[in-house]
């Protein structure tokens, strides 16, 4: 088991790695992410069908192709901006849509892509479960779409590799903070969070996580940001610590989401895709969440400019 949890993890990393490299040396089309864009593509699909599936194992009406698909969607058009200028002219600066909007208008059009699914296969000798598979579809879309559509936001700031090394960050922090729960909470975990949703996470684990990501937080703003990319100015004091705290407490919720979703199907893992480790939704849960205060707090500048 532990043989096969270290073994995918070294590959996923590996090929995370590898993506993350090739976009910051060679940039297919000048364009920042595209390289990355398989690797998303991949992660919001997964998810996705993780998530279907346990909703589904809970006995709850879901229509997958209509949840996948919107997934999918919304996560993909926060790419239209970036593969804009590989057709023609520059993608406009007046744009009313801007750059981010696309995320805004897609899970719009997943909304209703959804509902036309429902509308297309409604069946009124079974009352509730077209409302059932709205909901659980549009959950999906959102509850996976937005965040992953995130990470591509985030790819495309700043100027030359500042948005890459913002990623690395993100990611690292995040992560760190579920290793470093892990690895605290199986050492010295005795009280536990919260019994009855997850009984193996403790105050100890959630504790030394915070300390784990706040530590990765220090290295990534003033370490590897820096190194990486062409920065004006040196993060705030408080840019670590706020970045840092931030992204572990997000972290652990996204953890106890996919808790929550797992105990009302009854599932030990999301799925079966990545031996040792689950399902793809056991690796994407905490970044999920992590994502959204990341995106705020470089917004507010901890990472300097």
Not at 164 to 190: N, T
Not at 244 to 270: N, P, Q, W, Y
């Amino acid at each position: 088991m532990l043989r096969d949890r270290l073994l995918s993890a070294s590959i996923l990393i590996a090929v995370i790695v590898a993506l993350l490299v090739l976009d910051y040396r060679w940039p297919l089309g000048g364009a920042s992410g595209l390289w990355l864009m398989p690797l998303l593509l991949a992660f919001a699909f997964g998810t996705a069908i993780d998530v279907t599936r346990l909703i589904a194992a809970a006995g709850l009406a879901v229509d997958r192709v209509a949840a996948i698909g919107g997934a999918a969607l919304v996560a993909g058009a926060a790419y239209i901006p970036i593969v804009w200028p590989l057709f023609g002219d520059p993608y406009p600066a007046d744009c009313p849509v801007g750059r981010t909007g696309w995320i805004v208008l897609a899970a719009a059009v997943a909304i209703f892509w959804v509902l036309v699914r429902q509308m297309a296969t409604y069946d009124s000798g079974r009352p509730g479960e077209a409302l059932a598979r709205t909901l659980s579809g549009v959950f999906v879309s959102c509850y996976v779409g937005i965040p992953m559509a995130i990470l591509v936001v985030i790819r495309d700031l700043g100027e030359g590799s500042w948005g890459i090394a913002m990623l690395i960050s993100v990611i690292a922090v995040a992560k760190s903070s579920d290793a470093g729960a892990y690895a605290v909470g199986k050492l010295c975990g005795r009280h536990r969070l919260i019994p009855r949703l997850s009984p193996g996470k403790t105050w100890e684990g959630a504790i030394g996580g915070i300390v784990v990501a706040n530590l990765v937080s220090w290295g990534c703003l003033f370490g590897l940001i820096p190194w990486l990319a062409d920065v004006n100015e040196s993060p705030p004091l408080w840019g670590p610590p706020l970045f840092g705290t931030a992204l572990a407490v997000a972290a652990m919720v996204g953890d106890l989401a996919e808790s929550l979703i797992k105990r009302e199907s009854g599932a030990k893992d999301s799925g079966r895709t990545l031996p040792g480790l689950g399902g793809v939704w056991d690796v994407t849960d905490s970044l999920i969440a992590a994502v959204i205060p990341a995106w705020l707090a470089l917004a507010a500048g901890v990472a300097g400019a």
